[in-house]
């Protein structure tokens, strides 16, 4: 990676991640002012959005971590919350950045990220620009946590309404997909799961919606691909133009003798 194209890859990647950035921090600020709240001191909001970087999963394991759980439920409940990013990697463009760089990459592979990535437009990201791409997330992320724990911890105040930033987020990034695609189904079908399942069990609505989501999107695209036509490579050729039958050439005397037949 050149410095020209990774100063490119930089600028672009600002562009890409402001809007994002505009949730990201002042989401971090409330997983400071959590941390500061547990009795933790301030530099664990810090370590926690640097080493562990996990989104949702932080400010559960915020709470498990004060409960003093067992490492082996911590160790189960981060496997049940982030099986997700393993889906994920099927589809992120890992093969676009450099070697070394895939390391962070793969431990940078959260929501926002892969949701940006996801678009038309970036079939054509370079390495650098994914790669900045993610850095930056993460850098609104761990100074937001920074701030909001050292604000918390030298003057003590509580902020309502931080919580509804993640929710803000992702209704911003599903209006980008949709307009990327123009999908309507899509959306429709995820409302619709999820008003079922508010219904059906109001105390797991979440779980039980996207479960009824994916099987929504595996029926869907199963009946969009058994009426497909078929491939055009199991349709017999036809020709455009039939060839016309020559006409018989008729042999006069005169025209035989002139040639010596």
């Known amino acids: 990676m050149g410095v020209k194209g990774g100063s490119q890859g930089f600028a672009r990647a600002v562009a890409d991640t402001a809007s994002v950035g505009l949730s990201l921090f002042p989401l971090g600020i409330s997983f400071g002012m959590l941390v500061a709240h547990t009795g933790l001191d301030w530099w664990w909001a810090t370590v926690f959005t640097a080493v562990v970087y996990a989104g949702s999963l932080e400010f559960l394991l915020l709470g498990l971590v004060a409960a003093v759980t067992p490492l082996g439920q911590i160790a189960a409940t981060a496997l049940l919350v982030n099986l997700r990013h393993v889906f994920y990697a099927l589809s992120f463009p890992l093969a676009r950045v450099w070697p070394l760089g895939r390391v962070y990459a793969t431990f940078a592979l959260t929501d ?150």
């Open 112 to 261: 926002e990220a892969y949701a940006l990535t996801a678009g038309g437009e970036a079939r054509s990201w370079s390495g650098s620009r994914i790669l900045w791409m993610q850095v930056l997330l993460q850098a609104y992320w761990v100074a937001g946590a920074t701030f909001g724990a050292l604000a918390s911890s030298l003057i003590p105040f509580t902020l309502h309404g931080l919580d509804f930033a993640l929710t803000a987020l992702f209704v911003v990034l599903t209006i980008d997909a949709w307009r990327a695609r123009r999908d309507l189904p899509s959306p429709l079908l995820a409302a619709a799961s999820f008003a079922v399942a508010a219904l059906l069990i109001p105390g797991q609505a979440l779980p039980v919606a996207m479960a009824l989501f994916t099987a929504g999107l595996l029926a869907r695209y199963a009946l969009r691909d058994r009426g497909a036509p078929p491939a055009a490579a199991d349709v017999p050729a036809v020709p455009e133009h039939e060839p016309e039958p020559e006409e018989p050439v008729l042999r006069t005397p005169v025209a035989a003798s002139s040639r010596g037949e």
